[in-house]
Each structure stands twice: as C-alpha cells, then as structure tokens.
C-alpha cells in the first residue's frame, strides 16, 4: 500500500550527516564497496592511517605479518594504523555485521589518511528490525519523517551509498542522489531536485513515485520549483525492491 506521510508539519528537510572525530586537516575521503568489495588505496607511510564503517564496527584487521606496525581500534569502531612498508600489500577488514573488505595499499610520504567506507548493499541490523517491527506501519514512517527533522536517526539506521535511479524523475527535471540511510525494511534517501526548463515546474509528490516508495517529502512546502531552482527531496523506500532495482 502506497503510503505518503506528511509528519508534523514538515516544511524543512534536514539529513543528519555522520560526523567524524578530529584526525586531519581535510574530510575523510568517502569510498563505497559491494559485500566482499577490493579497494586500492594509498596511505602514510610516515604517519598513522584511519578507516571507518558508519553505522558497524571493525573487529578484525588481518595482514602480511610486519606490514603495520602499530594497529588499535578508535572508540567508535574504526582502525587506526601505521606501516613501515614502502612497497604495496593487502590486508582484509571484517565487521561486527559480517562486512568483508580488501584493500590493496600502497604506502606514500606524507600526512595521515583517513578512509570513510560505505556499504552499497544493506546488511542484518536486528536491533532495527525490532524497532521496525515494533510499532504501526504509519506510526513508523512518521518516526522516520520526525527522524530526519530532528537530525536524529534511529538506532542502527547506517549511512549507505545512495540509488541513483531509486525514483521516477519528470520530464525536464534532473535528481541528483545526495545520501542515504539504511535501516532493516526500510531505507532513507535524500535527492537533489533541478528544474531545468525556463520556466516553473509544478511540484507533485505522485510524480516521483515508483515501486518500492512508501514516503516522499520535499524540503520546502512550495507548489512551483521556479526555472533553474533546486529543492531536495526525501524518500522512505523498501530496502528489498531497492536492491532489487539496484541488481
């Protein structure tokens, strides 16, 4: 059933972005990877590295013996770690949430890197599933709706790579995926909305409606998107007809 919540009276979208702690001048560089994924990255050789799972904790990090001279784990789930290898190797990362990950490395001079890693697939939460499945259906799509106005997500909803062609975009408008959440059923996504005619586009939420869509909300409660205007837009799907759409 087709279910279009409007909670409270939204009329501004905001998303919750994963904050990361203080480790280096510049963000962390964000990568996404399928279940089993293989990445080729550079890092410090002169200086300590980090990598992190919004949303699941690292618990194993398994290498050629010698190739990382200092490993521990952050406080909030990542691995901090330093080489003295000059010569590139790979080493294996696995999560409290049975995520595997390879990575070839290749040790540079210079500062510390630090890696943001995104899951493209969704993965069990089953603290989620019990919230999700704890409540009404309606009831839990204005949780979600409330979620993303108060920037607060639920716990265990994880930041994941956003679709791409997750909603039916009209003639003349441009979607741009901004990011996402995962949960268990459901998942959030945020878009960015372009009109790029020269004139105003009337603004319908049917009309970004496919299967899988239960909710969809714009940033502002406005009728028109004006010529060359911009508006996000936030959408409450299945997970499973999302990773179906997806493969």
């Known amino acids: 059933m087709r279910n279009n919540i409007r909670a ?10 994963f904050t990361a702690p203080v480790w280096a001048a510049t963000d962390p560089v964000t990568l996404s990877f399928p279940q089993g994924g293989h990445f080729r990255l550079t890092i410090s050789a002169t200086n300590p590295n980090m990598i992190f799972i919004p949303g699941d904790k690292i618990k194993a990090m398994t ?6 001279s200092d490993k521990r784990r952050s406080g909030f789930g990542g691995v901090m770690f330093s080489t003295t290898r000059t010569a590139p190797f790979t080493f294996y990362l696995e999560t409290e949430l049975g995520q595997v ?10 500062d510390g890197k630090v890696y943001r890693l995104l899951g493209s697939d969704p993965v069990e939460r ?4 019990k919230w ?13 709706n409330k979620a993303a106005l108060t920037r607060v997500m639920p716990e265990g909803y994880a930041p994941i790579e956003p679709l791409r062609d997750g909603i039916n975009t009209p003639a003349g408008l441009s979607v741009s995926p901004l990011q996402a959440w995962s949960g268990h059923a459901l998942r959030i996504d945020q878009y960015r909305v372009t009109n790029s005619h020269a004139y105003g586009v009337a603004l319908r939420e049917q009309d ?4 899988g869509v239960r909710a969809v909300m714009f940033e502002q409660r ?3 998107l004006m010529a060359g205007a911009s ?5 409450v799907r299945a997970q499973q007809e999302a990773s179906d759409a997806q493969h």
Request: charged share 15%; no cysteine; hydrophobic share 55%.
């Open 132 to 144: 999700e499945s704890g409540q009404p259906y309606e009831t839990l799509l204005i949780a979600l």
């Open 231 to 235: 508006v996000s837009l936030l959408v």
């Open 208 to 211: 970004f409606w496919r299967k």
């Open 222 to 224: 406005a009728q028109t």
């Open 8 to 17: 409270f009276g939204l009329v501004a979208l905001v998303m919750m972005t």
């Open 101 to 110: 990950v390879a990575v070839t490395a290749t040790p540079i001079k210079g």
């Open 126 to 129: 089953p603290e989620v599933r």
């Open 63 to 68: 290498g050629p013996m010698g190739a990382m």
